[in-house]
């Protein structure tokens, strides 16, 4: 099955500094989506991007599909950033939602 | 975007005794999925619901252990049987969009087995 990989694992920030989080997947996919685990459990919807480039406030997501990466930028970090982020892909042809191991980020005051 | 809510939100149980969570969507919707979140892991598949079917189980996850049920469009049950310390975790149910493949999740019940 496809397999994706998150990097880094551990991220720690001072409030205010930019970040990018990789995703890098092994097979061609439907669907890629970016979500941010809070401290609390919830997973929230960040980007829904299976190619191309979207922002929303501070951030942004990239996806080059052909070479099977994407990309998420988070600029002027908040403490309120904290937490987990995950890739989650569908390869192509199937159904089934595959997660990354999460990048863990921790923002500083 | 799908409004999803899940009963109970957490739970402490004993081994040896049985769960019940409840998830419920504010639409119809073909598939559910439950995932499992061991702690500090990601998430991980269990089963795929539908309606009017027997779930399909991932490798690694039997019915006997997860029984599912998916009497109609909007709700599902997973039961976490038979319990142990192992199976403290948080269950995740989620649904596609209905014009894409984005997944919307409920907000989790986070199981705490002792």
């Known amino acids: 099955g496809i397999q994706v990989e998150q990097s880094p694992p551990d991220l720690i920030l001072q409030e205010g500094a930019n970040s990018t989080l990789r995703c890098n997947f092994s097979?061609?996919?439907?669907?890629l989506q970016w979500f941010h685990q809070n401290p609390w459990g919830q997973l929230i919807n960040l980007f829904y991007?299976?190619?191309g480039t979207k922002q929303n406030g501070r951030l942004s997501a990239t996806t080059v599909a052909t070479e099977r990466y994407s990309l998420l930028y988070i600029s002027s970090s908040q403490t309120t950033d904290s937490g987990v982020y995950f890739c989650?892909?569908?390869?192509?042809?199937?159904?089934?939602?595959?997660f990354g191991a999460g990048t863990r980020l921790f923002v500083k005051a | 975007s799908a409004v999803i809510s899940q009963k109970p939100s957490r739970d402490i149980c004993q081994r040896g005794t049985s769960l019940t969570i409840q998830c419920q969507v504010d639409?119809?919707?073909?598939?559910m999925f439950w995932y499992r979140q061991q702690p500090g892991q990601s998430l991980t598949l269990i089963a795929t619901?539908?309606?009017?079917?027997?779930?399909?189980?991932e490798s690694g996850f039997v019915i006997d252990k997860f029984p599912i049920s998916r009497p109609n469009l909007t709700f599902s049950t997973l039961t976490v049987s038979n319990m142990s310390p192992e199976d403290s975790s948080i269950y995740l149910c989620?649904?596609?969009?209905?014009?894409?493949?984005?997944?919307?999740f409920g907000p989790g019940t986070r199981l705490t087995v002792t």
């Open positions: 639409s119809q919707v073909t598939m």
């Open positions: 989650a892909v569908v390869e192509t042809g199937g159904f089934k939602t595959i």
């Open positions: 619901a539908n309606q009017g079917s027997e779930a399909t189980y």
């Open positions: 991007i299976p190619s």
């Open positions: 989620s649904v596609e969009g209905q014009t894409s493949y984005e997944q919307y």
């Open positions: 097979d061609s996919v439907n669907n």
